[in-house]
């Protein structure tokens, strides 16, 4: 593949990736996982992680929230949001 098309390729696929489609976008579930995730950094497809990589993930990121001076999540938005990821999850 000629560097041209290899940058091409991901050119697209960055543009794809960050117009990520999630389940039930209109739901409480998606819309708080858009919100509080898409602060700062792109949103993944739940689909993207194993549940069990979820859990992993979202409590890294509730420590790095506290280390940025970010509200973490409540217990309650914790738990609507690994219930829809594991809905969801790979």
Same mark, same amino acid.
């Given at each position: 593949m000629h560097w041209r098309e290899l940058a091409l390729a991901l050119i697209v696929g960055g543009l794809a990736a960050c *117009? *990520?489609? $999630?389940p039930e976008p209109e739901s409480p579930a998606a819309k708080l996982y858009a919100a509080r995730c898409n602060g700062c950094h792109r949103v993944y497809a739940p689909s993207v992680l194993k549940f069990e990589m979820w859990k992993v993930k979202v409590a890294a990121m509730? =420590? &790095?929230m506290a280390r940025r =001076?970010? @509200? @973490? $999540?409540?217990? &309650?938005e914790q738990t609507m949001l690994l219930e829809y990821l594991q809905r969801y999850a790979g």
């Amino acid at each position: 593949m000629h560097w041209r098309e290899l940058a091409l390729a991901l050119i697209v696929g960055g543009l794809a990736a960050c *117009t *990520t489609k $999630l389940p039930e976008p209109e739901s409480p579930a998606a819309k708080l996982y858009a919100a509080r995730c898409n602060g700062c950094h792109r949103v993944y497809a739940p689909s993207v992680l194993k549940f069990e990589m979820w859990k992993v993930k979202v409590a890294a990121m509730q =420590g &790095e929230m506290a280390r940025r =001076g970010v @509200p @973490p $999540l409540s217990a &309650e938005e914790q738990t609507m949001l690994l219930e829809y990821l594991q809905r969801y999850a790979g």
